[in-house]
């Protein structure tokens, strides 16, 4: 039975919430190979939109077609899929019911030299429409444009919450107020996981953080109280700490392309420090299918194993 006494829990985090919401929240807890542990492994499929087809699918030219990622995701056991508006409704008929839906809401291109801010690229009423347990939507914290990223986030999320559904949010720090290392300093990325959580996230979306230290202020902060950063465990351990005391479900992105053992070392990590789970996009799509499919099941097999 995947309600189990930890998915109960992790719905008690959101009393606040409108039981189709929270029924949504469970959907993606009870499905897949990860149904009923509290862990996730989703698969997200932006990379097209973000940076371009041949960057994103000319390793494995199948990827360029919607229908292989929803394949992949419900072959692998993904407790849910996450794709712009094109993709989801490339698909979201054919495969309707086998995989819970996350539409990504707004979305960039690589193609301007500008701050940080994607624009709106679908609706709540787009998620609705298309079946999705979830509304998906990137903030840049840091960027000079991010009162309107929070503002609009603040909607949406008002918006999806009466309307029954999910909210998941991508934390990534980035614009002119960061230094390239300071995007994933355990200081900022703890930083963006707090506003995440402060913003109404249901799920918080940030990327594995490094022991770098961004901010003097922040640095002391973490000295004084000996806040250990020596290992990615640990400073997955203070990110999760820092959504609420653990009362958020924070997953971790898969990053750039890597060999096999370097993705399954680094969920190993987040693993041990009691991370959710992890959004794994180009490791698994940018490998020949039967391997993608095979890279997931490992990854789930570690987030099962470590309880």
């Known amino acids: 039975m995947a309600f189990t006494d930890r998915v109960k829990e992790i719905l008690s985090w959101y009393s606040s919430d409108a039981p189709g919401t929270q029924a949504n929240i469970a959907r993606l807890l009870t499905h897949g ?3 009923g542990t509290g862990k ?4 997200p499929v932006d990379q097209g939109f973000e940076h371009g087809p041949a960057r994103s699918f000319g390793p494995n030219p199948d990827a360029h ?7 992949l ?7 849910a899929y996450a794709a712009p508006l094109g993709f989801l409704e490339a698909g979201a008929d054919t495969f309707a019911g086998q995989v819970p839906l996350i539409l990504k809401l707004n979305n960039s291109d690589s193609l301007s030299n500008v701050e ?3 624009a709106l690229t679908g609706s709540v009423d787009d998620a609705l429409r298309l079946g999705c347990s979830a509304i998906g939507y990137t903030i840049y914290p840091a960027s000079g444009e991010r009162n309107t990223m929070f503002e609009d986030l603040r909607d949406l999320t008002r918006e999806a919450k009466a309307k029954g559904l999910a ?8 614009g002119a107020g960061l230094s390239k290392d300071g995007e994933t300093a355990i200081d900022v990325v703890s930083y963006a996981a707090q506003i995440a959580a402060q913003l109404g996230a249901h799920f918080i979306k940030i990327k594995p953080p490094t022991a770098h230290l961004e901010q003097p202020e922040a640095k002391k902060a973490f000295e004084k109280a000996n806040i250990p950063i020596d290992t990615l465990a640990n400073r997955v351990r203070y990110c999760i700490q820092a959504a609420f005391g653990g009362r958020r479900i924070v997953i971790f992105s898969g990053g750039a392309a890597k060999g096999t053992e370097a ?4 969920i190993g990590q987040i693993a041990e420090g009691g991370g959710f789970g992890s959004i794994v996009g180009r490791n698994s799509f940018q490998r020949p299918r039967a391997e993608g499919v095979e890279l997931l099941r490992k990854i789930m097999t570690i987030y099962k194993d470590a309880g």
């Open 33 to 35: 190979t990860l149904a």
């Open 73 to 79: 995701a419900i072959d692998a056991g993904c407790n």
């Open 263 to 266: 993705v399954l070392e680094e």
């Open 116 to 118: 940080p801010c994607s």
């Open 65 to 71: 077609d919607p229908h292989y990622h929803f394949r």
């Open 40 to 43: 996730l492994v989703i698969l």
């Open 167 to 174: 909210v998941v949010v991508w934390s990534y720090p980035r």
